[in-house]
């Protein structure tokens, strides 16, 4: 278990029990829990660690041990392959996801599987290729959701392994980590970054994960159409972080919101399944997907062609400060430096900042990318990337011809008055500040 981190709801997990049912055997859940995990920082670890606390417990109701060691995780798992006859993993579509999983594959004797679980639909059924837009995996995406969008109920594990056999190979994992210490104890024990304060906005888990979207579906879900893009109202889910770690199944999401609209069409679901899924399809297709050549040609010779115009430019420092004129962008800023996310409307405001205050299309995408990935929780994530190119021109289509973005989009401060509700933002800033 790396990347779907929850045992609701959970393929993976579910087909190894049945998988170990079928042929008297026995189910071990692992987690590597890698200091030097990519871009991973203090705030990340402490969000997981939330998080796999509420996996152990859940596991724990259900007779499955789990085992978590301090280590890289191939390396974890290849030493638990030696007693096993099958190894199942989550699906990891980013590049070190990919390295990880094939470390492991090459070098194991045992079959091994990748079970996907954190999309509605598993991103080689939606398309087979790298898909332009939202218009054009839309349609595919609709077209198969009556086939995956199913429930499924846990199947009980009917093999338990000993207490000695587990406490054998936990010795050869090195020492256990005890997740019932407090959390502030597993990470001051951890050699991690620890550059960057963990959040009180986000509490991780599964069991918070629930929580918010139970009170989602009651108090928010009706409004979200018409004020989602309203700060002030407070109508989205929050629930990008929990996603991005695995903590909550979006195929349960989705089946939960179908059942209160009864629409497909919900715009809801057009987020969660259709736009999310398109990010998925991106960094499956694309290996570029961190990088500008991955825009489509009318983007990459608009901004080559606007290389030179003049520009204000902020250095990365007053940017992450904050430190610039501009008070919407600094609160942004701020919102993501001290709650892990910045509102979805306002994160785009922020990204084409970002663009129209660097030296160029490079330095601003290697600045989005480093601070999206080092202060949001749910940053690191497909969605980032795809969002991130998406400021640059990816999955968008050319408009009116501007200084430095050329017929990339751009935002103005027009539109944030326009469609939400800054000042309210920039007072909540106010309070991030003291
Ligand atoms: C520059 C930039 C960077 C971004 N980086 C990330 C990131 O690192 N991780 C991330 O999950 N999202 C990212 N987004 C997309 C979007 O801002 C967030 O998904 C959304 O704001 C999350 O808040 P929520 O859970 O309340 O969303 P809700 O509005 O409640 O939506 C529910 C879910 O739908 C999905 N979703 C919503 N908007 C989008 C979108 N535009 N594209 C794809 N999926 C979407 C998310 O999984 C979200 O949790 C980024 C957007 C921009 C412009």
């Not at 089946?255 to 398109?278: A, G, M, N, P, S």
């Not at 399809?281 to 825009?295: A, G, H, P, T």
Request: hydrophobic content about 35%; charged content about 25%; some cysteine.
């Amino acid at each position: 278990m790396q990347r779907s981190q929850r045992t609701h709801y959970n393929h993976s997990l579910e087909y190894a029990i049945n998988c170990a049912n079928e042929n008297n055997l026995s189910v071990i859940v692992y987690f590597g829990l890698y200091d030097q995990y990519p871009s991973a920082n203090l705030r990340h670890f402490a969000f997981m660690l939330q998080g796999l606390k509420d996996v152990k417990e859940n596991l724990t109701k259900r007779n499955i041990p789990f085992i978590i060691s301090n280590e890289h995780p191939a390396n974890g798992v290849l030493s638990l392959a030696k007693n096993a006859a099958l190894i199942i993993t989550d699906k990891g579509y980013l590049k070190h996801e990919k390295v990880f999983r094939k470390q492991v594959a090459d070098q194991v004797e045992c079959p091994m599987l990748q079970v996907e679980s954190d999309v509605v639909i598993p991103v080689t059924s939606a398309s087979n290729k790298e898909e332009y837009a939202a218009h054009t995996i839309r349609k595919k995406i609709h077209n198969k959701l009556s086939e995956y969008l199913n429930t499924f109920t846990n199947t009980k594990l009917n093999k338990t392994l000993s207490k000695e056999f587990l406490d054998n190979i936990q010795k050869e994992l090195g020492p256990e980590i005890d997740l019932n210490q407090p959390t502030n104890d597993i990470l001051k024990n951890l050699n991690i970054d620890k550059s960057v304060n963990p959040v009180s906005s986000f509490v991780g888990g599964e069991n918070a994960a629930h929580e918010i979207f139970e009170n989602f579906l009651e108090n928010k879900l009706k409004e979200y159409l018409d004020k989602r893009n309203d700060t002030k109202e407070e109508a989205c889910s929050n629930l990008s972080p929990y996603l991005h770690f695995g903590q909550v199944s979006p195929l349960y999401l989705a089946l939960k919101t179908y059942e209160f609209t009864k629409d497909y069409y919900h715009d809801f679901l057009e987020q969660l399944i259709v736009r999310r899924e398109l990010s998925f399809n991106f960094v499956y297709y694309n290996q570029d997907y961190d990088s500008l050549d991955s825009l489509p040609t009318w983007a990459l010779e608009t901004l080559n062609a606007h290389r030179e115009d003049k520009r204000q430019v902020y250095s990365i420092s007053e940017l992450e400060l904050p430190n610039t004129h501009d008070e919407y962008f600094n609160a942004c800023q701020m919102e993501l430096l001290k709650s892990g996310k910045i509102h979805g409307y306002f994160r785009m405001y922020w990204g084409k900042k970002i663009i129209q205050w660097s030296n160029s299309p490079e330095e601003a995408l290697n600045r989005l990318i480093y601070f999206n990935d080092k202060y949001a929780l749910d940053g690191r994530d497909p969605n980032g990337y795809a969002n991130i190119l998406w400021c640059f021109g990816k999955h968008d289509r050319p408009f009116k011809e501007r200084r430095v973005f050329g017929k990339v989009r751009y935002m103005s401060e027009k539109a944030l008055k326009r469609n939400s509700s800054p000042k309210h933002y920039i007072a909540k800033f106010k309070t991030y500040e003291q």
